[in-house]
């Protein structure tokens, strides 16, 4: 096995999320595997903000993180209003 592969997989990509709810809320994630984390969601797998509204659709999502670059990310766009969360992923 090659040397990059083995840095890879101790140190995937992490990527943030927001993910549209029934409720019109919005939910703000990280993960490694967006599809498999949004599947997690709609089966009850995932955060207990779910607990009540569904998942509608991933709106946004951002590559190129670290687990700890992702972390902050995602705690940035929490802070966001709702307005700016919006500029995020609409043209």
Not at 3 to 31: A, F, H, R
Request: glycine letters at 6%; proline letters at 3%.
């Amino acid at each position: 096995m090659s040397e990059k592969n083995d840095i890879d997989k101790c140190d995937p990509q992490w990527w943030v999320y927001i993910i549209l709810c029934s409720d019109s809320s919005y939910y703000t994630g990280i993960t490694t595997d967006v599809p498999r984390r949004f599947e997690q969601h709609e089966n009850g797998k995932g955060a207990k903000y779910f607990y009540g509204r569904k998942p509608v659709e991933v709106v946004y999502s951002e590559s190129g993180h670290d687990r700890s670059s992702a972390s902050k990310r995602e705690a940035e766009i929490k802070s966001f209003s709702r307005k700016k969360k919006m500029t995020l992923f609409e043209v």
